[in-house]
Each structure stands twice: as C-alpha cells, then as structure tokens.
C-alpha cells in the first residue's frame, strides 16, 4: 500500500504542475487522480498529522475563516496543510493533502485546516475524523444543489454523530448552528457578539425563524443581520447560548476593531460579516490552547485571497474582488461596499453553472436598492446571466451597463471609470476573474 501512496502522490504533484502550466487551477484534477490510483490515500495522509484536524463549515466565511486559521495556527509556530484555494468538495480536500506530501509519501503537518463543503463532509469526515469543527453560519445557498436548509442540517447533524469526539467550535448568534451544536451530543464552545453593533436592514430574509427544539416562532432581542443576534424560545427556553469567545466595543468603517478575552483586535478590512470571519479563527486557535499571542501580528500580514475582498491596482484604478453567491453574503457585500464613502463603480458578474446553482431566483432576495446611491456613479452586469441581473436592478430603478464580457467590462472601467471599482462575482466566475485581474495588473500602463 506504501506503494501505492506514492504513485498516487507523484501522479497528482505532475496532474497539478501540468494544469498550473496550462493557466488552470488543476487542484481537484490532482484530487481525483490521486483517489484513481489509491482510494484510501486520504485516511493514509491524514491519519499523519500530529496535533489536530480542524475542519471548517458553514454557508458563508468558510474560506477566509480556514485560510485565517491555518495562518494563526503557523503564527504560533506550527506546521499546517491548508486547502487554501477553497476547493472543498473530497477531490480538493485530498488535493490538499497529496500536494503537501514528501514524494515519499510523507506528511510534515502539526495541524491540517481543511475547508469542507456541507453536503461533502460525507465524504470526507469519516475519512479524516476531525478533532474539531468550526462551523461558521446556515444560509439558504443554491437551492437547486442543496434544497432547503434543514437538509444540510440534516447532514452536518449526521456528521456530528458520526465523529462524537469532534468538538464543535460554533456561532451562537446563528440559531441554527447552535441548535445543532447543543443538540448533537459533542462537546462545543460558541464564539458571537452578545450587544447590538449596527441596524440590521428590515427587509433581511432570515432563516430560523422557528425553534429547533419546539417549533415555536423565535423572539429576538435584537439581529446583527440575516437571522444572527439575541434569540430565544418564550415556549421551551431554547435560547443563545453564553458565548465563551464574545467581541465586544466592536467598531465597524474602513477598518474593523473589537475587544475578546481582553485583547484589542484591529484589522484592516470592510464589511462586518468579517467580524465574524476574525473572531472564529480567534476561538479556533485559543481552543486548541495556544494563548494566541501572536493573532493581532498575523492579522496586519494575512492577506484575504482567493477573491475575498481581494486587492488589485490595474493602471492607477484600485479593484476590490469578492465573492457573493446567496443573499445573505451579497447583503453584506453591499453593506461593505457602501462603508466606502467615496465614489465609485461596480462590476456585478453572475453565472448560473453546475457549481453556481442554476437557479438564480435568489437574486430577488438581495437587497439590491442600497445601491441607489450618488456614490455609485455606475454599475456593470456581466456573466452569464448578465441580462436577468439586469432586470433585477430595473426592479429598483438603477441603471446599468450590459457587457458580458467580464474582461471588457473591467477594461472599460479602468479607463473610463472613477478609480475605485467593486468587483461581485458568484462562483464560477470568482477564478477566471481574478485571473483577468491578475493579467491586467501585471499589464505595462
């Protein structure tokens, strides 16, 4: 079996050094290879790392909270296997672990971070048994794929069963996600924030809205957003739970600071959501009982890659990449947008392929109107589905500017637009862009 491992390892490091060369990203490819040739590859590697296997799941933030963790966890001096790109389906989770292997086979790993897709975490937790779970948020996310939330918490309650010593490192401002942390029978702790930071928009879809345990309709003492806040059950006692990891003096503008544990987190990042991205990182590394002393020094290096509020300057424009894939994260993505006072242009490019869910209705959901501001002096749809996006905004009476092609749309706003351009991408369109914002950057003026 030896043998086998390494030939499967040697086949996926030449699949993925092949795909790189060919401008692809090659990461799932080298996966499935490896998988081809020896089935159980991933129990073998994995089964090597030292310490701990921390998997991260959830609708929203799984990326950057994983991406974070792995680099606070390599701040404290630890060796960590990261699937950085955020592929989180097996074929990349076993990626992950064949192209950081020895070609002998070998793992050098203290820790492992492994971003797990929902409904993949069948697949892949029997397979790596994690020592922890964090689990960031449920969001309704490609109904077509995933079906209504009480089947992905269906799954991830499977899971939870499935690996009882698993700890659970859990939002408990998300109803949902603490319902299934309580419920299942592991050991957990929460990570939230316990007082009011900004108002939350009215007309946010929210999840939730009734008790797990009893079906009554939830009572809220305030929302953060979506269905995050105070909640609590007048019938059963249901109710959030006390946070172990609670931020708190939270400031949110062109950067985002707040207090845990009595040290004071500075980062400079948009959107509140992000909040959320910091803190569970935060509660992961202290779990696995580092002092985090190193956190805040990590958090002025850690780059967001991967189109999370990605930065790019293409001749004198400043670009700003993120991912939007389901109303609740495009809400914040707008939210964040709009905390930039200055003028600007956006791009919102969508595309309705086999990953993205083919159905798009949930555009209608999204709280597009914010956008009728003065500060925004244009908007581009592109994509697919540029002409459905379109219509959406028509909906609101905001105009805007139909290319298709996303390359031509972000050339055209580099010379004619304000200096300052959002990029919203859903999902198959997050790494072709981010590929032509690369280009463009490296482009001579």
């Known amino acids: 079996m030896k043998i086998r491992v390494m030939i499967a390892v040697w086949a996926a490091k030449f699949v993925g050094y092949v795909c790189k060369k060919m401008g692809r990203q090659g990461v799932t490819w080298a996966g499935k290879v490896a998988i081809k040739i020896c089935p159980d590859i991933l129990e073998q590697l994995s089964s090597q790392v030292r310490k701990a296997i921390f998997a991260t799941c959830g609708t929203n933030g799984k990326t950057t909270t994983n ?37 002998n086979g070998k793992i050098n790993a203290d820790y492992a971070c492994i971003e797990a897709d929902e409904a993949s975490t069948r697949h892949i937790f029997p397979r790596i048994k994690p020592d922890y779970m964090l689990l960031t948020n449920l969001f309704r996310d490609q109904l077509d794929r995933y079906g209504e939330i009480d089947i992905t918490m269906n799954i991830l309650e499977e899971m939870m069963r499935k690996v009882p010593k698993m700890q659970i490192i859990v939002n408990g401002d998300d109803a949902l996600s603490a319902y299934l942390a309580m419920d299942s029978g592991n050991s957990y702790v929460t990570y939230g924030i316990s007082k009011p930071v900004i108002k939350s928009a009215a007309n946010e879809i929210r999840e939730g809205r009734f008790c797990k345990c009893c079906g009554e309709k939830l009572e809220y003492r305030f929302y953060h957003y979506s269905q995050l806040g105070d909640y609590y059950c007048t019938k059963c006692g249901f109710a959030r739970p006390n946070l172990n990891f609670d931020a708190e003096n939270v400031k949110v503008g062109d950067q985002l600071s707040f207090n845990v544990e009595g040290k004071h987190i500075v980062a400079n990042y948009k959107g509140f959501y992000n909040v959320y991205n910091i803190l569970a990182a935060y509660a992961g590394v202290r779990t ?23 930065q790019f300057r293409i001749k004198g424009t400043g670009v700003t990449l993120n991912l939007a894939k389901n109303p609740a994260g495009f809400n914040q993505n707008i939210s964040a947008v709009m905390q930039d006072q200055s003028p600007k242009d956006i791009i ?47 909906y609101v009476d905001i105009p805007s500017i139909l290319e298709g092609d996303v390359e031509k749309a972000i050339r055209d706003r580099v010379e004619d637009g304000v200096g300052n351009l959002y990029v919203l991408v859903n999902y198959t369109a997050l790494f072709s862009t981010r590929n032509i914002l690369k280009k463009l950057e490296g482009e001579k003026s």
């Open 67 to 103: 991406n974070m963790l792995c680099a606070a966890l390599e701040a404290e001096g630890q060796k960590v296997i990261c699937n950085h790109t955020g592929s989180n389906m097996l074929n990349g989770v076993v990626a992950a672990f064949v192209l950081a292997a020895k070609w």
């Open 288 to 310: 696995a009982g580092f002092a985090a002393d190193h956190f805040e020094d990590m958090l002025r290096k850690f780059n967001p890659e991967n189109g999370r509020m990605e």
């Open 348 to 394: 919102i490019a969508i595309n309705d392929n086999a990953q993205d869910g083919t159905d798009i209705s949930w555009l209608w959901d999204v709280d597009f109107d914010l956008l009728g501001n003065d500060t925004v002096k244009s908007i581009t749809v592109s994509g697919i589905r540029c002409q459905d996006m379109r219509l959406r905004l028509k």
